[in-house]
C-alpha cells in the first residue's frame, strides 16, 4: 500500500486480554472464548452454540481449577487485576506517538484481546460466538440460569450481538489494519494467529459486501510465516496433532521487527535491574528468564513462538552483560515449565510431579523434533534454579520477558512457582512485605501450590492428604489410579510452599528448619523483575513499528528451505517486498560470520543465484536491501547459512 497525507489508517492493538475482577460470568465467557478458535476442539462442536450444554462448561476439571486459583489470586491481590489499566495506557501512549506523525495520517487506534472476558466487544468477532457456524442450533445467551446459583446478576443475554473492534475501525472508513502485537509481549504466538485469523473472517466479510480490497497488516509477522507453515491437510487445526502434510519453513530470513529491536530487551533489563538485589554484587547475581512454551506440541508445526523467545533472550543477555560487565555469563539462562510425560510405571502420558504438574510449555522450534532450544536456553524453570543455586549465586533474578503488564500471573502465580522451589523467606522483600500489591497479607505466596487439587472427594480411610514438608507422609500420595492418566487435581500433584523450598532438601534425611536453609537449600534471595508497565518507551516502540509498516517497505527472503548447500550445487534467494512505494532497488550482499565486512554480490533484482565454489565453504550472513521510489530503505539479514563440502 502507498499511505497518502490524510489517510486513515486502522491500528489494531492485540493483547491477551483476562478479567479485571473475578467472577463467574467472566470464567464461563473466557472458556468459550478459549475454545471459539479451533472448530475441532469438542468444546466448539457440543458446547458453545448448545444451550443444553452451557451449564457444563464450569462443571469440568479444567474449570474447577482455575476458579479455584482464581478466588485465590483475586483475593491475594486486593480484588482488581491491573492488567488492562496498564494495556490501556500503553495503548493511549501508542496512539498519541502516532498522532503526531509528520506524514499528515490519520490513526484510528483499537485494541483486541485473545480472550476478553469481560470486554466481549474486544474479541476480535462477537458476533461469530453469538451466531455460531452454519451448524450452530442456537444463539449465544447463556446468562447462567443453569448454574447452582442462578442467573448471574447484571448479565446481558445480548452481550455478544455487538460489533468488534475490527468492525468499528471499519465503519471509520479505515484504509488498511495494521495488527501491533504484545499477546506474549511481542513473540509470534498462535494465540494471535488466531485473533488474526478472526479479525480476516471480519474482512473478508466487509470487503465482499462493500467491493473493497482493505488489506490487513500484522507487524510481528509482516513476512506470514504463520500462514506460510501451516499444514496443507485439509480441515487442520492443532486438535488432530501431529498432521500428515506438514509445511516446512524456515524462520531465518522472516524476521519478527518488535522482537528485533534493542528497545524492547532494554524495557526488560530496566525491569530486572529494578529486581536485583542492593546487597548483591552483579557477579553474584544469577538471572532465569522463564518464558512459556506453545501448549499442545502439534502446534510446532506453525508456530515461532519459541524461536522468537529465543532470539529475545540472546538480545537481552547481551544488552545486561554490556550495562553489568562483572555478571557471569553463565548466570543468564532461559527457562520454560513442564509438560505431560510419560510416567514410566503406568505408560501413561500424564501430569507428573517431576514435571511439577504442569503442561504448558512444549518448546519446540519451528518445525522441528527438538524438544528444547539449545544451549543455555532450554532448562526447565526447576533446574535453572538448580543451576543457579549450585553456581553459588546470591541473588536470582527471574526475569519473564513474555509480558509488559503486570496481572495475576506477574503477581501471583509465577512468585508461587519460584517459591516452591526455592522458598518464601529467600524472596527479597519478604522481611518488609508487600502490602501495596498484597493489601492485609504482604505476600503473594499460598500455602501450598496447586491450591486447586481435591483433598476431600479422593481421599480414602488411612491416606494422609498432607501438603506440608514437616509431616511424614510428604508429599502425599498418587490418588488417581495407575491405570488412569493423572490430571490436575491429584493432591500429589501438589507442592508445600515452605520456608526455602524443595530444591536442595531431601525429607528422609530431616525435617525442614523455618528459620535457616538445611541440607543443600538455596541461601540467598531472589526477586521477580519489573514489567514494563508505565513506561512511556513501549507505547514509542509500537508506535515506530506500525509506521514503519504504513510508511516504509518490508522486505523477508526465502531459498527454497535451505539450511546448507555443497559446493557446486545452485541456490537462489528471493526476496518478497511489501509496503512502500515502487519501483525498488535491491542489493544483495553477504559475509561470513565471523566478518564485520558486507561484500555485494549480484544485481539490482529480486533474486540472486548463488553456486559456491571450494573458496566459499563457510558459515555466511546474507543480506538484502530494498530502496523504494521514495529513497526509504528496509532490509533483511538471513544469519547462519552453511556451504560445506559435499564429500
Same mark, same amino acid.
Given at each position: ?375 543455555? $536456553? ?194 537462489? $534467494? ?13 542489493? /544483495? ?48 539479514? /538471513? ?9
Amino acid at each position: 500500500m502507498v499511505a497518502v497525507k490524510g489517510e486513515k489508517i486502522g491500528v489494531l492493538y492485540v493483547l491477551h486480554g483476562g478479567m479485571d475482577t473475578y467472577n463467574p460470568q467472566y470464567l464461563w465467557d473466557a472458556s468459550v472464548q478459549m475454545f471459539s478458535y479451533d472448530h475441532n476442539h469438542p468444546v466448539y462442536h457440543m458446547v458453545i452454540w448448545n444451550r443444553d450444554a452451557w451449564s457444563m462448561v464450569l462443571q469440568t476439571e479444567f474449570a474447577v481449577k482455575f476458579i479455584r486459583k482464581y478466588e485465590f489470586e483475586y483475593e491475594r491481590i486486593g480484588g482488581t487485576d491491573p492488567f488492562h489499566k496498564i494495556s490501556d495506557r500503553q495503548c493511549a501512549d501508542m496512539k498519541a506517538v502516532l498522532d503526531k506523525n509528520p506524514y499528515g495520517l490519520i490513526f484510528e487506534v483499537d485494541y483486541a484481546c485473545w480472550m476478553a472476558s469481560d470486554r466481549i466487544e474486544h474479541y476480535p468477532y462477537p458476533r461469530f460466538i453469538y451466531n455460531g457456524p452454519e451448524e450452530a442450533q442456537d444463539s449465544c445467551t447463556y446468562c447462567g440460569q443453569d448454574e447452582p446459583g442462578g442467573t448471574w446478576p447484571g448479565c446481558n443475554p445480548e452481550r455478544y450481538n455487538v460489533d468488534g473492534p475490527a468492525e468499528r475501525l471499519l465503519k471509520k472508513g479505515v484504509s488498511c489494519i495494521v495488527v501491533v502485537d504484545l499477546t506474549v509481549g511481542g513473540v509470534r504466538f498462535y494465540k494471535t494467529f488466531d485473533v488474526v485469523q478472526m479479525t480476516k473472517r471480519v474482512l473478508q466479510q466487509w470487503n465482499a459486501e462493500h467491493t473493497t480490497a482493505i488489506p490487513l497488516i500484522w507487524v510481528n509477522d509482516y513476512a506470514s510465516i504463520m500462514e506460510r507453515s501451516y499444514p496443507e491437510d485439509a480441515d487442520w487445526t492443532p486438535m488432530l496433532g501431529d498432521p500428515e502434510k506438514p509445511r516446512k519453513v524456515i524462520v531465518s530470513g522472516s524476521p519478527n521487527p518488535i522482537v528485533l529491536d534493542g528497545e524492547l530487551a532494554a524495557l526488560h533489563v530496566k525491569g530486572i535491574a529494578a529486581a536485583m538485589s542492593p546487597a548483591v554484587s552483579a557477579a553474584q547475581t544469577g538471572v532465569v528468564l522463564f518464558n512459556h512454551g506453545i501448549f499442545l506440541p502439534g502446534r510446532r508445526f506453525f508456530d515461532p513462538k519459541i524461536d522468537d523467545t529465543t532470539l529475545l533472550n540472546k538480545k537481552i543477555k547481551q544488552l545486561l552483560l554490556e550495562r553489568y560487565p562483572d555478571m557471569d555469563p553463565d548466570n543468564i539462562v532461559g527457562a520454560y515449565g513442564g509438560v505431560k510425560e510419560i510416567n514410566p510405571e503406568n505408560n501413561l502420558v500424564e501430569r507428573t510431579r517431576r514435571m511439577r504438574g504442569e503442561d504448558l510449555a512444549h518448546a519446540y522450534l519451528l518445525g522441528t523434533d527438538q524438544d528444547m532450544p539449545g544451549e543455555e $536456553w532450554g532448562y526447565r524453570y526447576w533446574d535453572a534454579l538448580k543451576h543457579m543455586k549450585n553456581r553459588g549465586v546470591k541473588h536470582i533474578v527471574i526475569g519473564f520477558p513474555q509480558v509488559v503488564a503486570d496481572s495475576v500471573l506477574t503477581m501471583v502465580e509465577l512468585y508461587n512457582q519460584i517459591g516452591k522451589e526455592i522458598g518464601i523467606k529467600t524472596w527479597l522483600k519478604w522481611e518488609t512485605g508487600d502490602h501495596v500489591r498484597y493489601p492485609g497479607v504482604g505476600h503473594p505466596f499460598a500455602d501450598y501450590w496447586g491450591n486447586w487439587v481435591d483433598i476431600e472427594s479422593k481421599k480414602e480411610p488411612g491416606v494422609s492428604c498432607s501438603l506440608s514438608m514437616g509431616d511424614s507422609n510428604y508429599p502425599p500420595p498418587r490418588q488417581t489410579p495407575f491405570d488412569t492418566k493423572r490430571e490436575d487435581m491429584d493432591p500429589s500433584l501438589a507442592f508445600d510452599l515452605s520456608d526455602y523450598g524443595h530444591l536442595g532438601y531431601d525429607a528422609s534425611r530431616g525435617a525442614p528448619d523455618p528459620d535457616r536453609p538445611v541440607q543443600d537449600q538455596y541461601s540467598g534471595t531472589w526477586e521477580l523483575y519489573v514489567p514494563p508497565n508505565n513506561d512511556k518507551g513501549l507505547g514509542q516502540l509500537l508506535a515506530k513499528h506500525v509506521l514503519n509498516a504504513v510508511v516504509n517497505p518490508m522486505v523477508y527472503i526465502t531459498n527454497g528451505e535451505r539450511f546448507s548447500v555443497s559446493i557446486g550445487e545452485t541456490i537462489t $534467494w528471493t526476496a518478497q517486498v511489501s509496503g512502500g512505494t515502487p519501483v525498488y532497488n535491491f542489493q /544483495w550482499s553477504i559475509k561470513k560470520e565471523v566478518d564485520e565486512d558486507w561484500d555485494p554480490v549480484g544485481e539490482n533484482s529480486p533474486t540472486w543465484i548463488w553456486t559456491p565454489t571450494n573458496n566459499d565453504i563457510n558459515t555466511w550472513d546474507v543480506r538484502c536491501r530494498v530502496t523504494d521510489s521514495e529513497n526509504r530503505r528496509a532490509e533483511v539479514i /538471513w544469519e547462519g547459512f552453511n556451504i560445506i563440502n559435499k564429500y
